[in-house]
């Protein structure tokens, strides 16, 4: 049995793991708001949107963190949330206040591996505060790095059954950056400054760029940022092979500092032949899901995805919306993907700053309606790299992304290269989880999501969302493939949604999730099946009914 909250938790590292966007909030297209519990074992590994499932079982965590709260990813007491609202006890129309069951959180948490949390130790201590997405950024580190890191959550995933840590593969891409220097160079306002495509230049006034095209892509006028806006610098001509510019925001400038130009994207191929080499690697070590770097246009996600067929590789794409091209594209990109990750920092530096809030929502609700996962990214605790406490705006930023819906939140430098990791992950699960549990339950039938009134599951699953959302009940499904749970997931219901794949007995199915603290005795539930052949009701394959939890 396993708690799989939002669709991000997952992993094929472990036979028939779950993927990471599956629950009703979840990266599966479902919402948020319902955490998976997978009973059994699925018939077949094939799940509709290409999500599989895990048999597991919950336990204690074996490695206690003494300043972080154990095992977030599974049970946690709901009376543990300070002041938590009425909306989340077990107090609805069917009967009196209960005993609250256990909490779950549901939205993902996706934490970047580097230098402070490639050790076994850490990658141990990350999953038990709630990590459930371990990052490899492709744009550091090198082959043997990221193996290392590839085996320790296999091993970790093949030690516990009832947890599963997903790997996600972010690719480099078609980055323009300055380059090598002996020593930082201080840029101060109104100085001259110039970038040249001639390799090997290190001046106090010129530095190296590593893309032939920089000259042609830029014009007078134009605006360049350095570290997505840490530093500004104005064209004001431009020759054969040097950009001379005008320093307006100083600062230090560092060896390999990327370069964006405001409102503009390079002409580069969005996958690199350096991507294309890590992206082998992805599949010669089965990772979960490629984040894809600067996004154009939909052609990239298809030449991927037919790569990824000829090898037979079960891998999701996730595109990394950042470029400024990428906006009026978003439609067909996100047809053609498996979900999007709004990586903020570079979309923040091609377009206006002001902007990035409204398109961090509007692709957020375009995901929904496409009943796909959606990651928000950058800066969501970057003061936590240097300081032990985020700030008061970076925890409202988190409560924002839950309440807008985002599938998965994001941890960059806070845990590649911070001096807090395991603390920024607490925060991140605490804020998550307080946030969540202040979301209202919604009555109201799933807007933004076209019934196929001619399938008989996407109906049953439908209708069992609004009367779940009405009774404020938990969901109890019983599903052999697995298919039926993340249908169910994609009109995201309030509550916790329970997948049984063999089970054919209500009471010791009741017992079981009672001793786990997650029902309690009187409380009322949702039964969903759906399906060709029957496990619960045998004389019928679709059923849905409300019935009391009785020892």
């Known amino acids: 049995m396993a708690a799989i909250n939002n669709q991000m938790s997952s992993s094929r590292t472990s036979a028939d793991a779950s993927r990471l966007f599956s629950s009703s909030r979840s ?17 077949r590994r094939t799940v509709p949107s290409g999500f599989k499932l895990r048999s597991m079982k919950l336990s204690e965590p074996s490695v206690p ?32 206040d209960k005993t609250r069951p256990i909490a779950l959180r549901k939205t993902k948490i996706v934490c970047t591996i580097g230098p402070s949390t490639s050790s076994r130790e850490m990658i141990w201590k990350l999953a038990e505060a709630g990590m459930n997405v371990a990052r490899l950024n492709m744009s550091h580190g090198d082959h043997a790095s990221h193996q290392k890191t590839v085996d320790l959550v296999k091993e970790y995933n093949a030690q516990f059954e009832d947890k599963v840590i997903a790997i996600m593969l972010d690719t480099k891409g078609p980055e323009v950056r300055s380059g090598d220097l002996p020593q930082p160079i201080n840029l101060e306002e109104g100085q001259e400054f110039n970038f040249t495509i001639e390799r090997g230049v290190a001046t106090e006034d010129t530095v190296s760029v590593n893309y032939d095209d920089f000259v042609n892509d830029v014009e007078v006028g134009d605006t360049l940022l350095v570290d997505g806006g840490m530093m500004s610098l104005v064209v004001t ?3 054969k092979e040097v950009v001379k510019c005008e320093v307006v925001d100083g600062g230090e400038l560092k060896s390999r500092r990327h370069l964006n130009v405001r409102g503009k994207s390079a002409t580069l191929p969005s996958i690199t032949d350096k991507d294309w080499d890590d992206i082998k690697f992805g599949v010669d070590n089965q990772v979960d899901f490629y984040a894809v770097s600067f996004v154009k246009d939909a052609n990239v996600i298809h030449e991927l995805k037919d790569y990824l067929k000829s090898n037979n ?239």
């Open 237 to 239: 001509a431009k020759s």
């Open 27 to 43: 990266f599966a297209g479902g919402d948020r708001s319902a955490a998976f519990l997978y009973v059994g074992k699925p018939a």
């Open 313 to 551: 590789a079960d891998i999701h794409v996730i595109p990394k919306i950042e470029s400024a091209d990428s906006i009026p594209n978003l439609h067909s990109i996100l047809s053609a993907s498996d979900g999007a990750m709004v990586a903020r920092g570079d979309l923040g530096a091609e377009l206006p700053i002001e902007e990035v809030p409204l398109l961090q929502e509007d692709i957020i609700r375009r995901c929904h309606s496409m009943q796909k996962p959606v990651i928000v990214a950058t800066n969501m605790l970057e003061s936590m790299i240097n300081h032990p406490t985020p700030t008061r705006a970076e925890v409202s930023d988190i409560a924002i992304a839950v309440r807008e819906g985002a599938d998965a939140i994001m941890l960059s430098g806070e845990t590649a290269h911070g001096k807090y990791p395991l603390k920024a992950v607490k925060v991140m699960h605490t804020v998550a989880l307080r946030t969540e549990a202040s979301l209202p339950s919604n009555t109201a039938p799933p807007t933004g999501y076209y019934v196929l009134q001619s399938h008989m599951g996407d109906m049953f699953a439908f209708h069992a969302t609004i009367m779940a959302n009405t009774l404020n009940t938990p969901i109890i499904v019983f599903t052999r493939t697995g298919s039926m749970a993340v249908q169910l997931s994609h009109y995201r219901p309030s509550s916790t949604i329970f997948a049984f794949t063999n089970e054919q007995n209500l009471n010791p199915m009741f017992a079981m999730l009672q001793d786990k603290g997650l029902l309690v005795e009187g409380q009322h539930v949702t039964l969903v099946q759906s399906g060709a052949q029957p496990i619960w009701r045998e004389e019928s394959t679709h059923h849905i009914q409300v019935r009391e939890v009785q020892s």
């Open 65 to 96: 963190l003494p300043d972080i709260p154990i095992s977030p990813n599974g049970p946690v007491p709901a009376d543990k949330l300070n002041s938590a609202p009425d909306s989340v006890a077990v107090n609805n129309i069917l009967g009196n």
